[in-house]
């Protein structure tokens, strides 16, 4: 069996040569997912899946502090309501799915699949409000969403993702633009403190806003190779969607008014970020707040006396913690084959427990994120043990942090932006805020504006491209 763990570990591409190769193996290899009969639709396996609700759990409990209740929409848009905003509708035309028949007779109007649920989620909005006592409409929805799109990566970009979309509608102005901005900054605490993942965040250009929206917030992370990824965003949609679908409310002054209104997500996409983040070549390393396996026992020599006794003892006192905790007790594979497993699924901590241990009473704790061995006392194990979590949790922030400072670069004109574009990263520039040299630099380098942070630099005066006078400072590279 050790044997076949060594093939199994080998078989992971060498990530410095084919980072995308090495990203592929790793999905399939850990058992997060697989490809489906269905062109571009994965599934997501347990192991996987059990990553995705405890982001779900993580979640929804910070959208239900801040207010926001969850519903459910259906899933088929009548084509009548998707065409009624036309940028909206132009958006999202060329990927979107349409349903045509029902058994064997043709629809009388087709549906559309959703690809984000703003038009179905209006129509009900519009019965439903009437006066400004009905206001706001804070509603969430956990589903998914068909793009149909032409090339897929499992997590990255598929053809039915799942996601969470959040849908709210205001009195005013400011109240949905306040709502917007505090979206963005709950996915980012999010981000940092569960996915241990630092973002950048920022307002997107008017050329990579959201179809239909007045501006989009977006939330900015590194991978390890160097490409960013779309981690959230967070739509302030103005009063476009509620002149269309004719939401109003009676004012506390008698007057009919439109709402405002917004809209935010997140994707299963995240988990593609994780892994992209933390993964090393030895496999996955999971942040213990998501990892749907925080802590594997296994017990070495455990046909002798006591051992599998003393490693059900501890197995039951780290689940009575709260931790999330397997006991590897398969007398079919060798400890070695177990300490790859673990290595390989990224569990974030692995307890190796055998007679010598057991006698003076100790174990041995190898946390993942480091591979460092660490001698403990069997004493208060569980504590013990949950401050190692922590430790891991932080530590994966901090080394994520790290890389995308090692990996931010600073560019003040054209030449240095082109060598920064070589070295992989972030790129720190000024832009006249023309859309012209958005467009030339996207066409010439491959690479996007991601996003125009808050926390602005002065870098320089002049834009990076077309040397004429600067407006802000944007953050560019090539992305996911
Ligand atoms: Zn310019």
Known sequence: MAKRNEEFVTHLADRSEDFSQWYTDLVLKTDLADYSPVRGCMVIKPYGYGIWENIQHE??????????????????????????????????????????????????????????????????????VQSYRDLPLLYNQWCNVVRWEKTTRP??????????????????????????????????????NVLAMPVVSGVKTKNEKFAGAEDTYSIEAL?????????????????????????????????LKYCWQTSWGVSTRLIGG??????????????????????????????????????TELYDALKAAGIRVVLNDDDSQSPGYKFNDCEMKGIPVRLELGPRDIESSKCVLVRRDTMEKIDVSLDNIAQTVLTLLDDIQSNMLKKALKHREEHTFVAKDRKEFDEALEKKGFVKAMWCGCPECEAKIKEETGATIRNIPFEQENVSDKCVYCGKEAKHMVYIARAY
């Open 155 to 192: 997590f990255l970009r598929s053809a039915e993702f799942l996601w969470q979309e959040g849908h709210t509608i205001h009195a005013t102005r400011e109240e949905a633009e306040e709502e917007t901005q505090r979206m963005l900054k709950v996915y980012a605490e999010f981000c940092e």
């Open 59 to 128: 979640l929804d409990a910070r959208f239900k502090a801040t207010g926001h209740k969850n519903a459910y929409f259906p899933m088929f848009i009548p084509e009548s309501l998707l065409n009624k905003e036309a940028e909206h509708v132009e958006g999202f035309a060329p990927e979107v799915l349409w349903v045509t028949k029902g058994g064997n007779e043709e629809l009388a109007e087709r549906l559309v699949v959703r690809p984000t649920s703003e038009t179905i989620i209006c129509s009900m909005y519009s019965k439903w």
């Open 274 to 311: 994780l892994i992209m983040v933390h993964a090393d070549e030895r496999g996955l390393v999971l942040p213990p707040k998501v990892a749907p396996e925080q802590v594997h026992i296994i017990p070495i020599a455990m046909h002798k006396g006591g051992v599998l006794e003393k490693a």
């Open 223 to 255: 991978m390890q190779d160097g490409k960013a990824l779309q981690a959230g965003t967070s739509h302030f949609l103005g009063q476009h969607f509620s002149k269309v679908f004719d939401i109003k409310f009676l004012d506390k002054d008698s007057q």
